[in-house]
């Protein structure tokens, strides 16, 4: 798992890896630098005290006096930049040296300041001055490592510390700085966006910083959060609508589905299907409130020689015109039509004793066989048998069915085009004929 690390963390560690490298940098070429100084200023002094005690080393090896010669080599030796001095006597071979000869490498390396020693009296470009022209020595001069080394240090210590000392104010401004303007705000942000829930979109984010006269990359953060909320409450509140839209659709396809389905295509009647469901509610509301419920079967008389004579496309016409015209007389709401089979109808009438079912019946076959039907210039003479029955106590919807079709199977082996009622359940006697 990745741990967390944040922006200012990673802005100070960056800070102090560049200070490092810098200070590397920069205190390798102020040691080259000091070193270079050093050397220069040590020559420079050094011809200096060099030339002073030529001419007091030239009367001492002329007089041969080597206490005097060892005390000006001590004299030498004794300064911090020296770290070795000898003096070689051309006429005694004699060596006067003193110093640290391990520290200025004495046996490693050649003098920094070699001179010559010459006859007292003579000048430096040789002119004899009253005596013999000659060399009575050298005198050579090492400067002190340790002295050097130890100028760096100082030097170096002092640019470091001031180095150091910056590196960590730099840090500490940056730290509030990243802190005030940009730790802060970030958190602030972090915790509105995991606190938000799908219905506070319309909560505004604020941010508590201090005032301003500027806008900076967390105020543009900020605006954009801002307009983010604005698109998806926008895009939620078309989705709901969108939503809503579809979904009233979908109820309109399937209540249309449903009617498709319960509805004969063929002449906009119920079918079977849908006769069976209603008509088991209606003969169970008949029951539980002691209302009248009626049937009437109809079937159309010779419709085979319709289709025969005169084709299917005019048969159908001529079911989908007798279901119109029955279905203009039925009560509005209350009493339904439902295809049977074939050339077959049923008319269910709530509420409806046999008396009103036989003139509805009556009314019906009236209308059928009154009017011949003008179908695509056709002129067609219909007519149909109906058979009527009415619910009886603790009748089933099998029985009432049965008795209505006898009925009608009566009306047409009477002679067709006719109402009959039909007869009552077994215990009764025959209600008579139309």
């Known amino acids: 798992m990745t741990r967390f690390r944040s922006i200012a963390t990673l802005l100070i560690s960056r800070i102090v890896w560049l200070a490092l490298i810098c200070m590397s940098v920069f205190v390798g070429a102020l040691a080259w630098w000091e070193y270079r100084a050093g050397q220069q200023s040590f020559r420079l002094d050094m011809r200096q005290h060099a030339r002073s005690s030529q001419l007091q080393l030239s009367s001492a090896l002329w007089d041969i006096e080597p206490q005097i010669v060892r005390q000006r080599v001590a004299w030498l030796a004794s300064l911090p930049q020296v770290g070795y001095v000898r003096v070689r006597s051309a006429t005694t071979g004699e060596v006067f040296e003193a110093g640290d000869m391990d520290a200025a490498d004495a046996n490693e390396r050649e003098p920094r300041i070699k001179l010559d020693i010459p006859v007292p009296g003579q000048t430096e470009d040789g002119v004899q001055v009253g005596l013999p022209l000659g060399v009575l020595g050298t005198l050579e001069i090492w400067e002190s490592r340790s002295h050097y080394a130890q100028l760096m240090r100082n030097s170096i210590f002092g640019v470091v510390l001031g180095y150091v000392l910056f590196t960590i104010l730099v840090c500490a401004v940056v730290a509030i700085v990243m802190r005030r303007q940009l730790r802060d705000p970030l958190r602030q942000i972090s915790h509105f966006a995991r606190s938000l829930r799908p219905n506070e979109l319309s909560r505004p984010l604020v941010l508590q910083r201090p005032q301003r006269n500027s806008f900076d990359e967390i105020d543009l953060v900020a605006s954009g959060f801002a307009q983010l ?79 025969d004579e005169y084709g299917h496309v005019t048969g159908d016409a001529v079911l989908r015109e007798v279901a119109l015209r029955c279905q203009g007389q039925l009560r509005s709401h209350v009493d339904w039509m439902a295809r049977y089979g074939g050339e077959e109808f049923l008319l269910v009438l709530p509420e409806c004793a046999t ?10 076959l009236g209308e059928i066989r009154g009017t011949a039907l003008n179908l695509d210039g056709l002129h067609i003479s219909v007519t149909a048998s109906f058979g009527v029955a009415e619910l009886q106590s603790g009748e089933s919807m099998e029985a009432l069915l049965e008795r209505a079709d006898a009925a009608m199977y009566q009306a047409k082996h009477s002679g067709r085009a006719r109402v009959c009622l039909a007869k009552p359940q077994v215990g009764g006697g025959d209600m008579g004929q139309a």
Not at 240 to 250: G, I, M, N, P, Y
Not at 271 to 295: C, F, M, P, Q, W
């Open 229 to 307: 909320q604005k698109a998806l409450q926008s895009h939620i509140a078309d989705l709901d609508s969108l939503v809503a839209e579809r979904t009233a659709q979908l109820q309109l396809m399937v209540e249309e589905v449903k009617r498709l389905s319960l509805t004969d295509v063929l002449t906009g009647c119920y079918n079977r299907r849908a006769l069976d469901e209603r008509l088991a509610t209606e003969i169970e509301r008949s029951k539980r409130y002691g209302r009248a419920l009626s049937v009437v079967f109809m079937d159309l008389d010779h419709f085979k020689r319709i289709n």
């Open 355 to 364: 008396q009103d079912a036989w003139q509805l019946a009556e009314r019906l």
